[in-house]
């Protein structure tokens, strides 16, 4: 199957400091990657839409100037957090759907945990 | 719309006994339905998929059924073992939206014990 890496596995860092995280497809081109937040005990919330040379379409309540996503390549997006305070502290999982055939399938990372002190 | 945070339901089973968790998706335009295991510290993990022009699919040990009347979806899992504990995900979706976001439920911890 699919394979989707993400950098780094976790990451703690002090409050006020920007962090990025790399979400890369390993064996197939994506054209679009999405971006999540998890919380303990919840399900998976989309943050934004990746895709490839354009810009990132944020869900509602997302703030795009503090989670910055670039997706410079059809196998990278990056999600940088800026100015990082402990309530970002969250499990942080991209996706990237195949991109051929019409199937609608998102392969998953193992996610990044982030702990902001 | 997105899911919503809530605690999850758990279902705990006996080892080697069936499993079934459930779903309620939300949209009548949603065609493709997506289950999803994921265990804790890790990124969801494809396990199945059904399309809405069938009933049911049957995979290693896993079936899904797809009741578009009472937009119900189910994943059984024969002979459940320990490996089988995590957290499980419907997801719908259209099928050939371009936008290919996915609707997550809320999800079931599954508890297989030995």
């Known amino acids: 199957g699919a394979v989707v890496s993400q950098h780094p596995s976790r990451v703690i860092c002090k409050s006020g400091t920007s962090v990025k995280i790399e979400c890369r497809s390993l064996?197939?081109?994506?054209?679009?990657m999405f971006w999540y937040r998890q919380f303990p005990k919840q399900s998976l919330m989309l943050m934004a839409t990746?895709?490839?040379?354009?810009?990132?379409?944020?869900e509602q309540g997302v703030e795009k100037d503090k989670f910055l996503i670039n997706h410079a390549s059809l196998t990278l997006s990056t999600l940088t957090v800026t100015s990082a305070h402990p309530e970002d502290s969250s499990f942080y999982i991209c996706?990237?759907?195949?991109?051929?055939?019409?199937?609608?399938?998102?392969?998953f990372g193992p996610g990044t945990r982030l702990t902001v002190l | 719309g997105e899911s919503v945070g809530l605690h999850l339901p758990t279902l705990s089973v006996q080892e080697g006994d069936n499993s079934i968790i459930n779903c309620a998706y939300s949209?009548?335009?949603?065609?493709?339905f997506i289950w999803y295991k994921q265990e804790s510290g890790k990124g969801p993990q494809f396990i199945i998929d059904?399309?809405?022009?069938?009933d049911k699919r049957q995979g290693q040990r896993v079936t899904v059924l797809l009741n578009k009347t009472v937009k119900h979806l189910s994943l059984q899992i024969a002979a459940t073992q320990p490996g089988d504990s995590a957290v499980y995900f419907c997801?719908?979706?259209?099928?050939?939206?371009?936008?290919?976001?996915?609707?997550f439920g809320q999800g079931t911890e599954l508890s297989v014990k030995p």
């Open positions: 996706s990237a759907r195949v991109s051929r055939g019409p199937r609608n399938t998102q392969y």
């Open positions: 990746s895709n490839e040379g354009s810009k990132a379409t944020y």
């Open positions: 949209n009548s335009a949603s065609d493709y």
């Open positions: 997801a719908e979706t259209p099928l050939y939206n371009q936008g290919g976001k996915l609707i």
């Open positions: 059904i399309r809405s022009n069938m």
């Open positions: 064996d197939f081109q994506a054209t679009t």
